[in-house]
């Protein structure tokens, strides 16, 4: 299960993960930043990892598409530190045209 939390302050939009980011809730997270993405222009997206228990490959696809669309991440634990460390490098090498995505991304 995951749980998704907006949390709105000021210039920044904060969406909270908490549980298990697997199929099929990536879709929903896909879903929840869709439908926010128009606003997103107009204020900083953080995502906030500490939460999350299990990220399935499929969960780093999305985490990643997010990550090259701008959003910052907030996390704590060695866990989720070492899967944004990963997915920072990822990014990397994509904005400099080395590499193809992996998994489905969006």
Not at 10 to 24: A, F, H, I
Not at 51 to 73: C, H, N, P, R, Y
Not at 77 to 91: H, P, S
Request: charged share 30%.
């Amino acid at each position: 299960m995951l749980r998704i939390s907006i949390v709105e302050s000021g210039t920044r939009r904060r969406l909270v993960l908490e549980g298990k980011l697997v199929s099929p809730w990536t879709d929903e997270l896909k879903n929840v930043f869709k439908r926010n993405e128009s606003d997103v222009d107009h204020c900083k997206l953080v995502v906030d990892v500490r939460g999350l228990t299990v990220i399935s490959q499929e969960g780093e696809d999305v985490l990643l598409a997010l990550m090259l669309q701008g959003a910052k991440f907030r996390g704590s634990d060695v866990f989720t530190k070492q899967i944004l460390k990963q997915l920072a490098r990822r990014a990397q090498q994509l904005g400099n045209g080395n590499k193809k995505p992996q998994g489905n991304g969006y």
